[in-house]
């Protein structure tokens, strides 16, 4: 223990008029020029839960894109065999398989198939093999090494995405975080239409330009003869008079011509003819030269415009289109249509992502939990204040003031580490309030005993502080190990409830210990006093 | 003042069996409870499903609620009055699909009570994935935070007391999961943090008995461990009633002022701050006693 009053005095004032240098901001309305250009000026973060939001957790379907990957890359390898002349034959099997099927006839293939797995694919590797009556039927699939690269790249790629739309729907200081191997948490502060926030999200927003099957017929498809190559796929029609929408099938080649990666730009504009917003889409020069060849090549044949699986429109390609414009045409509303040209713009997610959880407080809850908590603060406060005040009288006095100095001190520091404040948070500081005068407790019933032991106020302050040091110190490392399990273990509201728990704890070590005995001190050394009142 | 007068000697550890008989009892009618409703009522952090809050600027009835809802299927949700002029629509995991869920149910309140009558005020949907992982992540938080108490006092006093604490802290724990079982209260996440608290403030009430016990011992090492215990569990009683007394003070403040949110959270504190206070008193200090008297091996205290 330092010796000088005036040192401790000065080490506490120090402590407290940096906690009121980092509150400052939330308190002041108004902080001066100077403050602004040089001095922190945070406010006390509030949580979600506090000042009104959405926070969502999302998870990535990485083992889907996975298989999408595998499935790309079994198309081509198919290309890759056909120009080699292996023999084979490619078993259809469902898109979001982890294995892709292929038949060999013969040895001699199998080795050839093997050949150019290990020349052209890296990536892939045989995973099972089946031999009857000489053919052999065998899966391949992406190295397990390599497959797990690549999930973490969707899971970052999704993060990305997902960023990008939020910016760009404007939303204030959201937070979009990974969590895990393969989750993402979305927080979106303050935000007013929650639904179609999730809905932008949670798009996948794969296009797709694909050709229409017209060779075959739709009737014969819907009867469950979907022609090799061919997939059946739906559109929305919505009668404009009536507003009535129909399910119409479409049959659609499954190559995939040009997809949203080609994209330089979407964005909406509004149709000459009824007023009604659409997509305008602008390629990359890459895309704009693939969809001039594909147009060329296939004048007069329908083109179908696939967004996540569900035809938006499927026109008749009347001549070569340069120029690399294109436009997505469908019912939309503005909303629908501006949120789509932001979908766009930031591009596919690789993944399907779905929402695992949410938690969304509207703006008037956070405020009525705020206005509850800080009732709580002062009740809780005032209640404690005067019964010290009664049992202890003037010793109970002290231990008031290093309560409120405590209290500065917790929101001086949740300002100075920006930790977030939650209801629970607030929750957290009421018990920290009845928790820190604790330590006065012990030390006030100590130096009762030791006075009525006969020592004088010196010696039995003295003691007091002396004895239970040990004792103050020990219970609040278990109070603080409880704390940091409750850190590990909680989500956002509950980590705010260990963060001013462990705040409060450590704060009352400095103000109800030390503070307090700068006083008694002072009291018994320099002003000599003959009585303690406590 | 003084509520305690110096002096006071209650015999707690001779009144140890009946400590241990009303203990026993509380955690057996915690468990049948228990078992009796097969299992906590887990709210949605565990279970899965969603909460939907929402008030009304004009007058309502739940019946009117529930038939404004029947249309979407969700006839089977459960929907209870919370606080002034606003209702909780409970929706279990699978009754309906999640997507969207809340924005249909504002369109048909809307349209049964009027479009500016409805509020919504919160929305909550945990689907079964992230409610497992919250159940394991939980149970798993309350077990190392046992083991971590065992740890620190086995290290900063001895072995046994810190099974002492530990049972004691098992026994807190118990009965205020019981007490929720019995209410047929929700059990949820923020329940799970009142526990933990429990546990670190039962652990804090316990150290301080255990302190004193550990001075006296020094003070006079031939004295009878029960007679020291006795006396140590005295002369902290002041301060432990006090400080049981300042934090339930402040508990019963969240527990009318801090809204429906903390409510269920205040009274878990409510219930295992004042099992905790009793269990560092009749159940801890005892413990190290019957541990000492019935332990098979080592050497025995000479009086």
Redesign the interface.
């Known amino acids: 223990m330092i010796k000088s009053i005036r040192i401790r005095a000065a080490l506490a004032l120090v402590v407290i008029l940096v906690a009121l240098f980092y509150l400052t901001p939330s308190l002041a309305p108004q902080l001066p020029d100077f403050w602004k250009k040089n001095l922190p000026i945070d406010k006390i973060h509030l949580g979600l839960?506090l000042q009104g939001g959405t926070h969502l957790?999302l998870?990535v379907d990485t083992d889907k894109a996975i298989a999408a990957i595998l499935h790309r890359a079994a198309e081509n390898l198919k290309e890759t065999l056909m120009e080699k002349k292996v023999r084979f034959l490619l078993l259809e099997g469902k898109a979001d398989a982890a294995t892709v099927a292929f038949e060999l006839p013969d040895a001699a293939s199998r080795g050839a198939f093997e050949k150019v797995l290990k020349d052209d694919y890296p990536d892939l590797e045989i995973g099972s093999s089946t031999v009857r009556d000489g053919r052999e039927t065998l899966t391949i699939r992406i190295r397990e090494k390599r497959a797990e690269e690549l999930k973490k790249h969707a899971v970052e790629q999704s993060l990305e995405t997902i960023r990008n739309r939020v910016d760009q729907f404007g939303v204030t200081e959201p937070e979009i975080i990974p969590q895990g191997k393969d989750r993402i948490i979305v927080q979106l502060p303050g935000i007013k239409d929650?639904?179609r926030a999730?809905k932008l999200i949670?798009k996948t927003a794969l296009l797709e330009f694909k050709l229409l099957d017209e060779e075959h017929s739709v009737e014969e498809a819907l009867k469950g003869n979907i022609p090799e190559g061919s997939v059946l796929l739906y559109g929305t029609h919505v009668d404009r008079e009536t507003g009535r929408r129909t399910q119409i099938p479409y049959l659609v080649k499954s190559k995939t011509l040009l997809t949203g990666a080609s994209l330089e730009s979407a964005k909406v504009s509004i149709g000459d003819r009824f007023g009604e917003p659409h997509v305008a889409l602008k390629f990359n020069a890459q895309g704009a030269q693939d969809f001039e060849r594909i147009t060329g090549e296939n004048v007069k044949k329908r083109l179908a415009i696939v967004l996540d699986g569900v035809v938006h429109s499927a026109p008749v390609i009347q001549e070569r289109i340069s120029g690399g414009n294109a436009q997505i045409t469908g019912s939309f509303t503005m909303d629908e249509a501006r949120d789509l040209a932001i979908v766009l713009r930031a591009g596919a997610l690789p993944a399907p992502v779905?929402?695992?959880?949410?938690?969304?407080?509207?703006p008037?809850?956070g405020q009525?939990?705020i206005d509850?908590?800080l009732?709580?603060t002062i009740?809780?406060g005032l209640?404690?204040a005067v019964?010290?005040v009664?049992?202890?009288r003037l010793s109970g006095l002290v231990a008031d003031f290093a309560l409120i100095l405590n209290i500065v001190i917790i929101f001086g520091a949740l300002a100075a580490f920006r930790a977030t404040l939650t209801?629970?948070g607030i929750?957290g500081i009421?018990?920290v309030?009845?928790?820190a005068?604790?330590a006065n407790?012990?030390i006030f019933?100590r130096v009762?005993?030791e006075l009525?032991a006969g020592k004088t106020p010196r010696a039995a302050i003295e003691a007091g502080y002396g004895?239970v040091f040990?004792?103050i110190l020990?219970?609040?490392?278990?109070?603080?190990?409880?704390?940091?399990?409750?850190f590990?273990?909680?989500?956002g509201?509950?980590k705010g409830?260990?963060v001013t728990?462990t705040i409060g704890i450590l704060a009352s070590m400095f103000t109800a210990i030390f503070v307090t005995r700068i006083i008694f001190d002072y009291f018994v050394w320099n002003r000599r006093i003959q009585t303690v009142s406590v | 003042m003084e509520f305690i007068k110096p002096g006071t000697n209650f015999d707690f550890v001779g009144k140890m069996k009946v400590a241990f008989g009303i203990s026993m009892a509380m955690i057996v009618i915690s468990i049948a409870s228990i078992v009796w409703h097969g299992g906590l009522n887990y709210g949605i952090d565990f279970a899965g499903g969603t909460i939907i809050q929402v008030k009304f600027s004009t007058p309502f009835t739940i019946d009117k609620i529930r038939e404004a809802l029947r249309p979407l299927g969700l006839q089977g949700a459960i929907i209870q009055e919370y606080g002034q002029g606003e209702i909780l629509i409970r929706i279990a995991a699978g009754a309906s699909e999640p997507t969207g869920l809340s924005d249909r149910v504002a369109q048909s309140l809307k349209g049964a009570l009027g479009e500016k009558s409805v509020e919504m005020r919160r929305v909550e949907m945990v689907g079964p994935k992230v409610g497992q992982d919250l159940t394991r992540k939980a149970l798993l938080a309350i077990f190392f935070s046992w083991v971590g108490m065992l740890l620190y006092i086995a290290w900063r006093f001895e072995f046994r007391f810190g099974l002492g604490a530990i049972l004691a802290l098992v026994h807190d724990t118990i009965i205020t999961v019981g007490a929720f079982s019995i209410l047929n209260k929700e059990f949820d996440l923020t329940i799970v943090a009142a526990l933990l608290t429990i546990i670190g403030y039962s652990i804090n009430d316990t150290i301080v008995v255990f302190d004193r016990i550990r001075e006296n011992m020094r003070k006079d090492p031939k004295k009878d461990l029960a007679a020291v215990i006795n006396e140590s569990v005295n002369q902290t009683l002041s301060r432990t009633i006090l400080t049981s007394l300042t934090v339930i003070l402040v508990v019963v403040v969240l527990f009318f002022f801090g809204g429906a949110v903390i409510h269920d959270f205040a009274f878990a504190l409510l219930v295992g701050v004042t099992v905790g206070t009793y269990s560092s008193i009749f159940i801890a200090s005892p413990l190290v006693l019957v541990w000492e008297r019935y332990r098979p091996t080592g050497r025995k205290r000479k009086k």
């Open positions: 839960d957790v998870e929650t639904e999730k949670g779905t929402i695992l959880e949410e938690r969304t407080v509207g008037s809850l009525d939990s509850q908590g009732w709580s009740i809780g209640l404690v019964f010290m009664v049992y202890y209801l629970p929750a009421v018990l309030i009845g928790m005068v604790d407790v012990l019933e009762r005993e009525r004895k040990l004792t020990d219970s609040n490392v278990t109070t603080l190990i409880a704390a940091l399990f409750l590990g273990f909680g989500t509201p509950i409830f260990a728990l």
